[in-house]
């Protein structure tokens, strides 16, 4: 079985085993942490089949974040020949006509404009892949929506596929179904998705719904899990430096005081409101603790414009962050807002600091070469992005320190993002700075991502409520 490291690079005894298990079935998942080498073990598990002659050809289904990571990996451990199906569909057409051994598509990209499911699903069902590998599969949830649709469609022809995620449940346990649904055609929960998540979950919830599993069914659901994926935690398999966590704080202007407790006031009204028994919307509490965020950070969106503070007391303590890690180590900065990016961005220019940066709207052509300008050019000290488009699928394992300027309110956006420098190859500990405005919704934020619990699930319970109101009604200020 070792043969299967004629790959380029020699794999770990955890890949090697669970190679032998994927190579065991048809349709399977592994849902080992991040930076344990996944991708590696599809790969290897697609040379077995193309050396049996069995799949001669792989699509890669990913999002668009990641998907220049595959690429990397291909070039690195493989000598295969792929291309990327990306551009408009002409272009992805073109592309599928030529004779590659991997093609790497998005999940958006897969259910493109045409008649019934698109002409790009169309022409990827004509070309008869063997294998389909589908990285960060939670990005699929919704069964009724047309990408999920034509997703499982497309893996109902594909012989054999691999599907890929470091924290295959989410915030909503209830599309862990949806993922089994397509993955396995069935074979572990079942084609009825309604009837499983009623089986194994109940819903707590009393205004919105909740869905957490029933206790007499753990046992049996974690059970079923396991029949057809694998997984395994990185502290089992790799002897990785440990995560050092460094809070640091800062203490609000009187300008952003004021501003902070109009909003903070107004979500407290909202939250009475949802206790008395009446709608509370819970979009529209985190859309204004998402305000709180922006004025902790220096800056407001609004109808008119953007709003700058007059004072920013988090880059100064961003300064004196950087400031502390020595000159020649890497760092990672993580913000959520994109006028975060901007602050920084003249921050570290007018510091003399070399950054690259990611954000939404680069293209992938654009993201790579960031990334490769972070990794391949000792000047460039900083990688700075925004923590949707930069946590997840980049190995950036010349960094050890990373710096959250302000924190998603996203737990699987928190949990990837930490893997970025946390991974295969890392040799130092790694260091994690946490910048939070004292007494502020950053704290509670902060506390709740320890916690392992997602923002939206926090407001539906009634301790986290009660924990959040404690921190509306105090701010700390200019000291």
């Known amino acids: 079985m070792r043969r299967i490291a004629l ?55 990913c999002p668009l974040s990641v998907l220049e990571c595959w690429a990397s990996e291909i070039e ?14 002409d272009s992805k057409l073109k592309s599928l006509k030529q004779n590659k051994h991997i093609y790497l598509i998005t999940y958006d990209a897969i259910a493109g404009r045409g008649g019934g499911l698109g002409i790009v699903w169309n022409a990827l ?83 919105y719904p909740n869905w957490v599993i ?20 990185k502290d089992e398999c ?18 952003q005081q004021e501003l902070y407790r109009d909003i903070a006031n107004n979500i407290l009204e909202d939250l009475e409101v949802g206790t008395s028994g009446k709608t509370m919307s819970i979009h529209g509490a985190l859309d204004k603790m998402g305000k709180l965020s922006q004025i902790i950070d220096g800056f407001v969106y609004a109808n008119e414009g953007t709003q700058l503070l007059t004072q920013n007391p988090k880059l100064e303590v961003l300064r004196e962050v950087i400031q502390e890690i020595p000159q020649e180590e890497k760092i990672i900065i993580y913000a959520r807002w994109r006028e975060d990016l901007r602050l920084i961005g003249t921050f570290l220019q007018a510091s003399g600091i070399p950054f690259s940066i990611m954000h939404g709207n680069l293209s992938a052509k654009q993201r790579k070469e960031q990334v490769l300008s972070f990794i391949q050019k000792k000047e460039v000290r900083v990688f700075l992005s925004q923590i949707e488009t930069g946590g997840f699928g980049l190995t950036l394992i010349q960094a050890s320190n ?30 994690y700075f946490i910048l939070m405005g004292k007494d502020s919704i950053d704290e509670y934020v902060w506390e709740t991502l320890q916690k392992g619990i997602e923002l939206s699930k926090a407001l539906i319970d009634e301790n986290r409520v009660t924990r959040l109101k404690e921190y509306l009604t105090k701010i700390g200020g200019s000291q």
């Open 402 to 431: 990373i710096i959250y300027f302000s924190l998603s309110f996203s737990l699987v956006f928190f949990l990837q993002s930490q893997d970025r420098i946390h991974r295969i190859g890392q040799t130092k500990s790694c260091r």
């Open 214 to 233: 029933r206790q007499e069914k753990l046992e049996e659901l974690r059970d079923k899990l396991y029949k057809n994926a694998v997984r395994v935690k």
């Open 76 to 89: 690195k451990h493989t000598d295969f020949t792929y291309i990327k199906l990306i551009g408009d569909v």
């Open 125 to 207: 069902i004509r070309k008869k892949f063997g294998m389909v590998v589908c990285d960060e599969i939670t990005n699929i949830k919704n069964f009724r929506a047309r990408r999920t649709k034509a997703l499982a469609l497309l893996c109902e022809e594909i012989q054999y596929s691999i599907f890929l995620s470091g924290t295959p449940i989410t915030k909503h346990v209830e599309d862990i179904f949806t993922i089994y649904r397509i993955m396995d055609d069935g074979d572990t929960f079942g084609k009825n998705i309604f009837s499983a998540k009623h089986t194994y979950l109940k819903n707590i919830g009393y205004i």
């Open 7 to 61: 790959l380029k690079s020699k794999l770990f005894a955890h890949q090697i085993k669970h190679v032998k298990f994927h190579a065991a079935k048809r349709k399977s998942g592994d849902w080992s942490d991040c930076g344990t080498g996944k991708s590696l073990t599809a790969l290897a598990k697609f040379r077995l089949l193309y050396h049996a002659k069995v799949a001669t050809k792989l699509l890669i289904v």
């Open 238 to 255: 790799l002897d990785l430096p440990p995560k050092i966590w460094l809070p640091r704080f800062c203490y609000l202007s009187q300008e």
